[in-house]
C-alpha cells in the first residue's frame, strides 16, 4: 500500500496553542495536499505544496515538506475551537490517483 | 454551485441486496474518484474514472461496479452486500488526476450499513 501515515493519531491542546502533525509517506511524490475532515462531513482541502517546494503558507497553515526524508508537516498557529477536525495528507505521484494518510484527530479545548 | 453531492446520506441494506449510490458534480471535472472511509484506515480508493465512459480500479474493487455515463455523474453499485462493505462512502472530483496539482473536491458522504 502507497498510503502515508500521519502523526500522531490523536492530539489534544488549549485554544491558542500551536498544532503539529506529521505525515510520512513511502514513494516519490508530484505533491502532498492536507485536507480537513469535520466530524460528519466530507474532507475539505486546505493547502497544496508540489515536490519542489520546501514551505508553503496560508492565513494560519504553514505546511513544509522534504522530499529526503518523505514528510511533511502541517502547522496550525493560534488554534481556535474551530479547527477541531481530522486532519489528513494525501499524496499523489505520476498518475491519476491520490493516497492518504490515516489522520490526526485534533482536539482544540476552549 | 453545489460542488459535489452525494444521494443518499444515509442507508441500511441486509446482506444479498443491491444498491447504487449516486454522485453529481457541478464543476466540469474530468476525474472523479469513489473512496471508503473506515475507522483507523484512512481513506481507500474503490474505482475512479478520468472521464465521461471510462472507469479503472483503484486499491480495493472487489464488490463493487462503477459506471460514468454523463461526465457530471459516477455511480458506485454494490451487486450483492456483505457485512464488511459497512462503511462511510466519499465520492471526489477533481480537474485533473493526482500529478495535476490540483485539489479534490469531496462531498459529504454516504453512510451504508449492511445487516
Known amino acids: 500500500s502507497q498510503q502515508g501515515e500521519e502523526d500522531p493519531q490523536a492530539l489534544s491542546i488549549q485554544e491558542g496553542e500551536n498544532a503539529t502533525m506529521n505525515c510520512s509517506y513511502k514513494t516519490s511524490i508530484n505533491n502532498l495536499q492536507w485536507y480537513r475532515q469535520n466530524s460528519g462531513r466530507g474532507l475539505v482541502h486546505l493547502i497544496l505544496?508540489?515536490?519542489?517546494?520546501r514551505e508553503k503558507h496560508s492565513g494560519r497553515l504553514r505546511v513544509t515538506l522534504d522530499t529526503s526524508k518523505k514528510s511533511s508537516s502541517l502547522l496550525i498557529t493560534a488554534s481556535r475551537a474551530a479547527d477541531t477536525a481530522s486532519y489528513f495528507c494525501?499524496?499523489?505521484?505520476?498518475?491519476?490517483?491520490?493516497?492518504f494518510g490515516t489522520g490526526t484527530s485534533l482536539t482544540v479545548i476552549p | 454551485n453545489a460542488g459535489v453531492t452525494q444521494t443518499p446520506k444515509f442507508r441500511v441494506l441486509k446482506t444479498g441486496q443491491s444498491m447504487t449510490l449516486l454522485c453529481a458534480q457541478d464543476m466540469n471535472h474530468e476525474y472523479m474518484y469513489w473512496y471508503r472511509q473506515d475507522p483507523g484506515m484512512g481513506l481507500r480508493l474503490i474505482h475512479y474514472s478520468v472521464g465521461e465512459g471510462t472507469t479503472a480500479k483503484g486499491e480495493v474493487p472487489d464488490g463493487y461496479n462503477v459506471s460514468r455515463l454523463k461526465k457530471q455523474n459516477f455511480l458506485l453499485g454494490l451487486e450483492s452486500a456483505a457485512p464488511s462493505q459497512t462503511s462511510v462512502y466519499f465520492c471526489?472530483?477533481?480537474?485533473?488526476?493526482?500529478?495535476?496539482?490540483?485539489?479534490?473536491?469531496f462531498g459529504d458522504g454516504t453512510r451504508l450499513s449492511i445487516l
Open positions: 494525501a499524496t499523489a505521484s505520476n498518475g491519476n490517483q491520490f493516497y
Open positions: 505544496i508540489r515536490s519542489n517546494e
Open positions: 471526489a472530483s477533481s480537474q485533473t488526476g493526482g500529478a495535476g496539482n490540483q485539489p479534490q473536491h
